[in-house]
């Protein structure tokens, strides 16, 4: 089957860097989008960022010029650089992804496990 695992979170301080990965491994056919989304406690889950295969990008206003989303397509996977990080940028970030596996030859959408970015002040 499919799988996202998400790697890089961690605690930092306020105007630190993180970067967080997430690579897509198993039957897969073809990924449309993929991005990140987060979720802080108490909230609904918000996208972050996302990029098509093309490379078309797009950002939430409150990461827009801190935030680089990039992917690599011949290894599936997707990269999100957190710069100036902020107190509010604390969150469970999630990868998600558009895949069409072999097995079942239809598009769905999949999502990662979760990993937490914690950003002190």
């Known amino acids: 089957q499919v799988r996202l695992v998400e790697s890089g979170g961690g605690l930092v301080q306020s105007g630190g860097s993180l970067r967080l990965s997430c690579a897509a491994s198993?039957?897969?056919?073809?990924?449309?989008?993929m991005g990140w989304y987060r979720q802080a406690s108490g909230k609904q889950r918000e996208l972050v960022a996302d990029?098509?295969?093309?490379?078309?990008?797009d950002y939430a206003d409150s990461v827009k010029g801190r935030f680089t989303i990039s992917r690599d397509n011949a290894n599936n996977t997707v990269y999100l650089q957190m710069n100036s990080l902020k107190p509010e940028d604390t969150a469970a970030y999630y990868c998600?992804?558009?895949?069409?596996?072999?097995?079942?030859?239809?598009?769905?959408?999949?999502w990662g496990q979760g990993t937490q970015v914690t950003v002190s002040s």
């Open positions: 990029i098509t295969s093309g490379g078309s990008t």
């Open positions: 198993g039957m897969i056919f073809s990924i449309n989008s």
């Open positions: 998600n992804a558009q895949i069409k596996p072999y097995v079942t030859w239809t598009m769905k959408n999949y």
